[in-house]
C-alpha cells in the first residue's frame, strides 16, 4: 500500500477521483513498531526524522526523545531535535537541552513557530524529504502550518497529554523536498533489540562498548562496565543512560506498556 513519501503513478477518473496503478522504487521505508510487536510502515524516502519535544505543556520526555533518536540511527537516516514551547519553559532547561543534544553532533533548536519564529527549521529542512515525529501536544501541526502545510492545531488536556488532532499523516511539497506532519506517538516501539545494537544506536555509547569486560554486556548489572562508569562519573548524561535502560527492558519484555 503506498504511504505518506511514496512516488506514484496516477490515472484520473471521470469524477474526479485518482486511481493509483503504480508505485515508484523506494529509496527507504520507516517502520513503526508498537509496545506488541506490531510493524507499521509510517513513511518511504524520508532521509531526515525532525524529533519534535515540549519543553513545557507536557514536560520533556527525554527518554521518548531519545528512542526516536535511536530509531533514526537504527534506520541509518539522520536526525534532528526541535524543542517547542520554550515561552513556558525556563531558558536554562532548553539552553541544557540543547547543549545535550549538539553535543552529540544533532543538529538541535529550540523554535516557538506561534510567534513565527520558524527560520532556522526552515534551513534544517532545506532539499530535505523530512518526517515530523513527536508525541502528540508537542506542536508537531503547528511547526507544519507554519512551514506552509495545512493541518489541525490541538491543546493539551488537563491531564498534560497531547490530544491527538492528526489521525493520518499529510503531507506538504517543499521545492526539493517534502515534510510530512505524522500522528502523535502515544504507542511506539523498537521491538526486540540487541544491546550491543541499542549501545550502538546511542553515539556517545558507541567507543565505549569494546572497554567493557564481557564482550555480550548488556550495560545494565554486569561488573566492570564501560557505559555504567561514564554515566557515573559525567561523560555519559545520565538522562540517556536511563533512556537506554528504558529502552532495552522494554525491548525485553514485549509484554510491557510502552516506555513513551
Known sequence: MPVPGDVVHVRILEDGQAL???????????ERRSSSGRAKTIAANVDLLV?????????????TLDQLLAFAELEEIQAAVVFTKPDLAEPALSRD???????????SISINPKSGEIDPLRDILRDRRALLVGNSGVGKSTIFRALGGDSVVGDVSRHGLGRQTTTAARLY??????????????EFGLGRVDPGL??????????????????DCTHLQEP???????????????SRYESYCRILLASLDTRRATLL
Open 173 to 186: 511539497r517543499t521545492p526539493n523536498g517534502f515534510l510530512i506532519d505524522s500522528p502523535g506517538i502515544n
Open 51 to 63: 524529533a519534535v519535544t515540549a519543553l513545557a505543556n507536557p514536560a520533556p520526555r527525554l527518554p
Open 97 to 107: 537541552l540543547i547543549e545535550l543534544y549538539a553535543g552529540l553532533e544533532y543538529p
Open 198 to 215: 541499542l549501545a550502538h544506536s546511542f553515539r556517545e555509547m558507541r567507543r565505549l562498548v569494546a572497554a567493557c569486560r564481557f564482550t
Open 224 to 238: 566492570d562496565c564501560a557505559i555504567k562508569e561514564a554515566a557515573a562519573t559525567g561523560r555519559i548524561a545520565q
Open 20 to 30: 493509483v496503478e503504480r508505485i515508484d522504487p523506494r529509496i527507504g521505508t520507516l
